[in-house]
């Protein structure tokens, strides 16, 4: 926070660096001017550990709060809401990723992450990378920012909400079927054939896995996921 603190304080930086026409250069520039260089990089170490601890809290929610689901059905709505949140956590941790946050080892860092993110939400971390960077280059740009084109597939514009009400505007996406199509598909119907094919070996494993327990809990898992 003190770095970010002295970098705002000067209205230069923030004219520089701020909104779409903030780039890379005049990043670096004010950072080499307020020789915060060396101070900036060591934010972007990473730790190993502290990932797979997040992915482990993720997991370890999702799967009790399914457990919970399966014994005391009158839970379901909490469930589903305890289990929803924790499924966003493994996208924005897949987000971290794409950034290579989990490990500067880039095998290990996409391996892991597809892993234990990217193949159960049929998102591989490398198809996501390919958007989302293009994404941070075209902030911001209706016709080349892949988020904005996504929402307005869903018919949602950020500039004109169809709410000034927040909670309708959830119910509006939730309920939108291009919306329930990538929240069901993923990345499914854009990816190559090959991470198809590892996707549903992963889908596969874990159905055979949880089948060994029950034929039941499986039947129960799919739609609760």
């Known amino acids: 926070m003190e770095i970010l603190d002295k970098l705002i304080s000067d209205h230069t930086f923030v004219r520089a660096t701020t909104g779409v026409d903030g780039d890379l250069r005049s990043w670096n520039e004010q950072l080499n001017k307020f020789r915060l260089k ?8 990473t730790f190993l550990g502290s990932g797979l601890i ?59 992450t597809n892993i234990l ?21 075209h902030l911001g740009q209706e016709n080349l920012d892949p988020d904005i084109k996504m929402h307005c597939r869903y018919g949602y ?7 000034d009400k927040w909670y309708m505007n959830i119910f509006f996406l939730i309920f939108n079927l291009e919306s329930l199509k990538d929240s069901v598909l993923g990345s499914w119907l854009e990816v190559s054939v090959n991470q198809k094919i590892k996707i549903l070996l992963w889908w596969i494993m874990l159905c055979s896995v949880v089948s060994f327990f029950s034929l039941n809990s499986l039947l129960m898992f799919l739609p609760f996921w």
């Open 38 to 45: 060396n101070d900036f990089l060591s934010l972007r170490q």
């Open 54 to 112: 997040q992915y482990l809290f993720d997991w370890t929610i999702i799967i009790s709060a399914f457990l919970i689901f399966r014994q005391i059905p009158e839970l379901t709505p909490l469930c589903l809401i305890l289990s929803g949140s924790r499924i966003r956590g493994l996208s924005n941790l897949l987000h971290d990723a794409s950034h290579y946050n989990l490990t500067r080892n880039r095998k290990l860092n996409d391996f892991m």
């Open 117 to 137: 993110a990217g193949f159960p939400m049929a998102a591989p971390v490398q198809d996501y990378r390919v958007t989302h960077l293009l994404h941070h280059r």
């Open 157 to 163: 514009f950020d500039a004109f909400p169809p709410s």
